[in-house]
């Protein structure tokens, strides 16, 4: 807790979804204060991701967990991902990932694909296609988000948004994931839950959205379940939940 930024990167994995790249475990609850940011980076060729265990997780107003543009990446002429962007004649695709990026102004500078799936968002988001070497655009894909605690209460953000490209070549980047494992969630009218596409250059095409995803009252096994891929007995899904009045934010960007 306090005023400042902890930046923690993972390193590779073997590609299985139960394997992360490092693991931050709390002994006790993890506080997050106003001003005051954990930023998970996920290894940007692999796509490894950090995993958070703690007891509780608190997120005043003004603070957060800020993943954006720390996914895949898009740098040294290639884009990286299972949703990397497509460049064709100087022209760059955006990052896809829960939604498809979009496609440059050449026809053939496409972007990439859906990849994942909704109630098992574990992996990073892909980068918008690099385009043109003198001017890169540097759409990198936003993070991956994992948390697991047994009550979370999110008054500030938990972020993963696709980078902007900076250049009017670049795709840019798809936004991330959020995976938050928990027994009670709730939050004010001022928290955000996000997850968006980066914006591409005039001339390219810009990230799909991330995914998001809360899973609520697992019990360990049902969450090995859940994170392994397998099918959960009982699984509800549901789009709002009424103790949280915050936003939910998956946009693609333009």
């Known amino acids: 807790a306090g005023t400042g930024g902890l930046y923690v990167a993972s390193g590779l994995t073997n590609g299985t979804s139960t394997t992360n790249g490092a693991l931050v475990r709390v002994t ?6 106003s ?4 930023c998970p980076m996920s290894h940007p060729t692999n796509g490894g991701s950090v995993r958070v265990v703690a007891s509780n997780l608190a997120v005043a107003a003004g603070g957060g967990v800020n993943a954006d543009g720390m996914g895949f990446r898009s740098y040294a002429a ?19 990932y829960g939604g498809a990026g979009g496609r440059g102004d050449n026809p053939a500078a496409v972007g990439g694909t859906t990849y994942g799936e ?8 892909s980068g918008g296609a690099f385009a043109y070497s003198p001017q890169p655009g540097f759409g990198h894909g936003g993070g991956h988000v994992r948390i697991e605690v047994a ?5 500030g953000a938990l972020s993963a948004d696709g980078r902007n490209s900076i250049s009017q070549y670049g795709g840019g980047g798809s936004g991330g994931s959020v995976l938050l494992l928990c027994n009670t969630f709730q939050g ?23 995914r998001l995803a809360v899973a609520l009252r697992l019990s360990p096994t049902d969450r090995e ?12 899904a549901f789009s709002r939940y009424g103790p949280y009045a915050g936003v939910f934010s998956v946009t693609n960007g333009t």
């Open 28 to 33: 006790g609850d993890l506080v997050i204060g």
């Open 225 to 236: 379940l859940l994170i392994g891929g397998s099918p959960v007995p009982g699984l509800v």
């Open 118 to 125: 909704t109630n098992r968002p574990v992996q990073a988001g």
């Open 188 to 210: 004010g009218t001022g928290a955000v839950i996000r997850a968006n596409g980066g914006n591409g250059g005039n001339v390219a095409g810009g990230g799909g959205g991330g």
């Open 35 to 38: 001003n005051a940011w954990f």
């Open 151 to 155: 009550d979370a209460t999110i008054e």
């Open 78 to 96: 290639i884009a990286y991902g299972p949703g990397a962007g497509i460049s064709v004649g100087s022209r760059g695709g955006g990052g896809g």
